[in-house]
């Protein structure tokens, strides 16, 4: 399929950050590396699309980036660019939201590398309001206390303890229905 | 109904999804992502990877006040289109099962022609009724459906896709789609608008989202409006060059069809390139 088409550059495209930058590079190097899969992987069980969920990683990394002489002096650098990345991945849903209705009714093995239940897990959480979705991740996923979930998403913990105990049941009425394993047997 | 054991099960998904899924790879190294700072514009991928990834985050923006589809405060990025490529929307009308000759239905009198499609099964129709969908504010995106329970015509395996040269507007056709529409196949009947519906296309920055605009010429406006009409609360397919890149809901959210007043706009997580590549592949984009 031929490519006869250009596009006009965007003039924000022409701008470089350039001059003095105080940023240390290096460390956010070492931020950048050591962070990636971890971002990565929350990203992809809230989008359940590789493909946007690495676009979504690298625009949260470069958010914090561009803040880094900030960021940086932080105690959680990756807490921050955590909360960005998953306000994104929340926003993309907003945005896909027409075509999440077929999305589940994709052939998963016509992507041989992933598995089945990593689909319907990434399914069942966007069935689920962002910010429980969100609760759920944080602390059955990543293992953040009921304060801390609520401190990140601003809630209540009564209100987080009631949205973990509800999602947890939506989402594992979901892996129930399926035919396949919800986790990995091995 | 699920008992409070199932904490455990979520967990236990969550962190396994988790811990396989950070074993992947970054794109590129932290330099080419500290290079881009200060320039919205990413990376542009090959031709391979913008069709996937555009199809994979594509929407026919179903907007709950549609006919009021919002402007840009941006300035938009005007494109120039070769006119080379084919563009439709179509009614979707059930999904197909993988081409799978060797265990196909049994056809008396040799092999189907790609030409002659059978209708799809009364299960496997994707109309408003079977696919019900109910405007609902909890449910994913604002509704809930049946969508979940409604599978591939099964004996549609024995039909090859059509090919791109037969993809004709008056045409039933069978096509594959793209991830972002779902993958598998699609039985899709004839277009309601084509590229010549197209008056301009037109990419659209806003909050650092990329979108294409299309907007209809008055006889394209009417034709959209009535194929929009016809599958409300039912799915349309975007198809561009005899693949289906996406396939949205029309109007799920609302309890009744409004015009959409000769806009539609496709949107998604899309780069600027990769929007410019594809709204140049409408013909009438200008």
Redesign the interface.
């Known amino acids: 399929?031929?490519?006869?088409?250009?596009?006009?550059?965007?003039p924000?495209?022409q701008?470089?950050?350039r001059g003095m930058d105080r940023r240390d590079?290096v460390g956010?190097?070492a931020f950048?590396?050591d962070s990636?899969?971890?971002l990565?992987?929350?990203a992809?069980?809230l989008t359940g699309?590789?493909?946007?969920?690495?676009?979504?990683t690298?625009e949260a990394?470069?958010r914090a980036?561009?803040r880094w002489d900030r960021i940086a002096g932080y105690d959680d650098p990756e807490g921050w660019t955590r909360r960005v990345l998953h306000n994104l991945c929340i926003e993309?849903?907003?945005?896909?939201?027409?075509?999440?209705?077929?999305?589940?009714?994709?052939?998963p093995t016509?992507?041989p590398d992933i598995?089945v239940?990593?689909h319907e897990?990434?399914e069942a959480m966007?069935?689920l309001?962002g910010r429980q979705a969100r609760a759920?991740?944080l602390h059955?996923?990543?293992g953040l206390t009921v304060p801390e979930t609520a401190a990140e998403l601003d809630a209540p913990e009564g209100t987080v303890r009631s949205w973990?105990?509800r999602?947890?049941?939506i989402?594992?009425?979901h892996?129930?229905q399926s035919d396949q394993p919800?986790?990995?047997r091995s | 109904m699920p008992e409070p054991t199932d904490d455990g099960v979520v967990a236990s998904a969550l962190r396994d999804v988790l811990r396989t899924a950070a074993a992947t790879r970054p794109p590129e190294p932290p330099a080419d992502l500290r290079a881009r700072s200060g320039r919205r514009a990413r990376r542009v991928p090959d031709l391979k990877l913008v069709l996937t990834v555009a199809a994979a985050v594509i929407v026919v923006a179903v907007l709950v006040t549609a006919g009021v589809v919002h402007r840009s405060a941006k300035e938009p990025v005007h494109v120039s289109g070769s006119g080379r490529h084919s563009f439709s929307i179509r009614p979707v009308l059930c999904y197909a099962a993988p081409y799978a000759p060797s265990s196909a239905a049994p056809t008396p009198g040799g092999l189907p022609t790609s030409g002659v499609l059978p209708a799809c099964s009364p299960s496997s129709a994707l109309t408003a009724a079977n696919i019900g969908i109910s405007p609902d504010a909890d449910g994913v995106g604002g509704y809930t459906s049946n969508l979940g329970s409604i599978v591939p015509d099964g004996a549609l395996a024995a039909y090859p896709s059509t090919p791109v040269a037969q993809v004709t507007a008056g045409a039933t056709v069978l096509l594959p789609g793209e991830p972002g529409a779902g993958g598998g196949r699609f039985v899709l009947g004839p277009a309601g608008i084509t590229g010549a519906d197209v008056a301009s296309a037109t990419v659209v920055r806003q909050s650092g989202q990329v979108s294409i605009d299309l907007h209809l010429t008055p006889a394209g406006a009417t034709r959209w409006d009535d194929l929009a009409r016809r599958q409300f609360h039912a799915i349309v397919g975007v198809v561009v060059d005899g693949r289906v890149v996406s396939a949205p809901v029309t109007q799920p959210t609302q309890s009744s069809f409004t015009s959409f007043d000769g806009s539609l706009q496709i949107s998604g997580s899309l780069t600027a390139a990769q929007a410019g590549r594809l709204a140049s592949w409408i013909p009438g984009s200008r």
């Open positions: 399929m031929g490519d006869g088409a250009t596009l006009e550059e965007h924000e495209g701008r470089e950050d590079a956010f190097d950048y590396t990636w899969g971890r990565f992987a929350q992809y069980v699309d590789r493909e946007a969920a690495k676009d979504l690298q990394l470069l980036w561009r993309s849903w907003r945005r896909a939201t027409a075509r999440l209705a077929v999305v589940h009714l994709a052939t016509e992507s598995p239940h990593h897990l990434a966007r069935s309001p759920l991740l059955d996923g990543l973990l105990s999602s947890r049941k989402v594992a009425a892996i129930e919800p986790v990995r």
